[in-house]
């Protein structure tokens, strides 16, 4: 795939530092602070509160047409930044994004079990596309359902579906329309082999007509079709930012140890 | 995302919430009038045929103070865990998660608004209802919702650092439902705790619902009013300032 770039910027990170309060999320009810307070009661009282550091000072610019894959170990982060980009953990000074952003995290998710695809379709259709007009929100679920060759069964509850036909029903609304910066984390996973190829295309196709593209994969072969760039992260920071064999080439070489369980090779 | 677009998804979530909660019922929508009739009737029934209390214009007087409760106790109960329950969605899309607990408060409203206003059209051949106090409504119910809403908030954002939340909130909340005078009046409490009703924030809400429809006067309703916008506030400050700090590792902790 591979666009070219142009030289205008469509998100800016400049020294960015994420992270995380971690005593916060230790002690989750009455029973482990009693426990905690009665085991170590000098630590209970005293103990400072811990942070742990996801990313630290972490500057990044991506240029209209890039399609920048990210790599980096379990825990390096990665859904981490895409979450803090797409403005899931409130908002940031430290991070401009030009034009509309669209960020999925999760392709078998659903919104109510009980309704049907139809349903679950508009709702997922709503909560993508609200800038949009409602006769085009009604134009891309037929077109998505359409497009999932799902039949009668897009009437029938979401609950019973398979994975797999999840995936179908909410990649074909992703992919419907382009956007400005585009966040896909894993999306390619669950689908069968017939409809992969099916909706690759069509994903491929808005990659190609949004402005930029953030691609979190854990496949290299995805990753040298779809991207024409690529930064890996981890040790909270930025290791490489460079061409896509270049970075392959170096997240092997310097994470080798973890690559065994990582990358589906 | 403006605030229409964050609209939109609210509503479009609210819509989504009614129609899974009687898809599959037999009743269906019939539910949502059914749950407040019956539990109208019952009290109707125990307290002023059976236990025979002595309050004028009785019906009057449940329709507003229990169907307001059943409003707040509805939210909060069935919000507190909303965050853990909506993790999948919430992590997976870019659902403003306040979206989500304004979905369901709204969702309860509008359970409670249809009894509600069908119990006064009902009520309106027998009793009469001061105009007054009647103009005062919308801002009694805009005081109510936005105070439930915060609370609601505050304790779904609680529920996911702190899961006693909900067991704590649940017994609060059955114990309220006695000392709050939802099925009594106020002057049957001793003097000596009348003091639990004036720090009870649930009962700020409801109090104006009573004086405008059932014990109408001006300087009272518009005290109430004044309070009870305070305690909507107050909850709103609190509950935003909680979740402003909170944010960061919400995301992290569902």
């Known amino acids: 795939m591979n666009s070219i770039s142009t030289s205008r910027p469509v998100l800016k990170i400049k020294d960015l530092t994420i992270s995380y309060n971690f005593s916060r999320y230790r002690v989750v009810g009455v029973r482990d602070l009693f426990v ?26 991506v240029q209209e047409g890039e399609i920048v894959g990210i790599l980096g170990i379990n825990g390096a982060g990665k859904t981490t930044l895409c979450r803090t ?44 596309y609200s800038h949009l007009p409602k006769k085009e929100r009604l134009e891309i679920v037929e077109d998505s359902l359409n497009f999932t060759e799902l039949d009668q069964f897009v009437d029938s509850p979401f609950k019973i579906y398979s994975k797999g036909m999840k995936v179908r029903l909410f990649l074909s609304i992703v992919s419907a329309r382009p956007c400005g910066l585009l966040i896909l984390d894993e999306v390619f996973n669950g689908a069968d082999r017939y409809f992969n190829e099916k909706i690759s295309s069509r994903i491929r196709a808005v990659i190609k007509e949004s402005g930029a593209v953030l691609f979190i994969s854990h496949s290299e072969e995805i990753i040298r079709d779809v991207c024409n760039r690529i930064i890996v992260i981890g040790k909270q920071k930025l290791l490489f930012d460079g061409g896509v064999e270049e970075g392959i080439a170096y997240y092997h070489k310097n994470f080798s140890m973890e690559l065994g369980n990582e990358l589906e090779l | 995302m403006s605030l229409k677009h964050q609209l939109l998804v609210t509503s479009t979530l609210t819509l989504a919430e009614m129609k899974a909660r009687y898809r599959n019922t037999v009743a269906g ?19 002023k045929y059976i236990l025979k209390l002595d309050i004028d214009r009785y019906f009057v007087f449940l329709l507003s103070g229990l169907l307001p409760w059943i409003f707040v106790s509805n939210s909060i109960t069935q919000s507190v865990h909303s965050f853990l329950t909506m993790r999948e969605s919430l992590l997976s899309f870019q659902i403003h998660p306040m979206a989500v607990i304004l979905s369901k408060c709204a969702d309860q409203f509008v359970n409670f608004i249809i009894p509600f206003l069908f119990l006064f059209v009902v009520l309106m051949e027998k009793e009469t209802f001061n105009p007054v106090g009647l103009a005062f409504l919308p801002l009694i119910l805009l005081f109510l919702f936005v105070g439930v809403f915060s609370m609601t908030l505050f304790l779904a954002t609680l529920q996911v650092f702190f899961r006693d939340t909900q067991y704590i909130t649940n017994f609060v909340l059955n114990v309220l439902f006695f000392l709050t005078p939802i099925f009594y009046p106020r002057h049957m409490i001793p003097d000596q705790y009348q003091i639990f009703v004036d720090i009870n924030p649930i009962f700020a809400l409801i109090n104006p619902f009573k004086i405008a429809l059932w014990q109408y006067n001006l300087p009272v309703l518009t005290e109430a009013t004044l309070i009870s916008f305070g305690v909507a506030a107050g909850f709103l400050i609190l509950a935003l300032s909680f979740w402003k700090w909170t944010r960061n590792e919400l995301y992290i902790n569902i």
């Not at chain 1, 400072?48 to 990044?60: A, E, N, Y």
């Not at chain 2, 009038?33 to 109707?44: D, E, G, R, Y």
């Open chain 2, 29 to 47: 929508v019939v539910w949502v009038m059914l749950n407040p009739l019956i539990m109208f009737s019952v009290h109707a029934l125990i307290f």
């Open chain 1, 85 to 128: 980009i797409a403005g899931m953990y409130g908002t940031r000074k430290e991070i401009e994004v030009e034009g509309l952003l669209r960020a999925i995290f999760d392709t078998a998710s659903v919104v109510q079990p009980e309704l049907s695809g139809r349903e679950n379709a508009w709702i997922i259709t709503n909560i993508l």
């Open chain 1, 36 to 61: 905690n307070f009665i085991t170590s009661p000098f630590n209970f009282l005293f103990t400072r509160q811990q942070k742990i550091d996801v990313l630290k000072d972490f500057s990044l610019e």
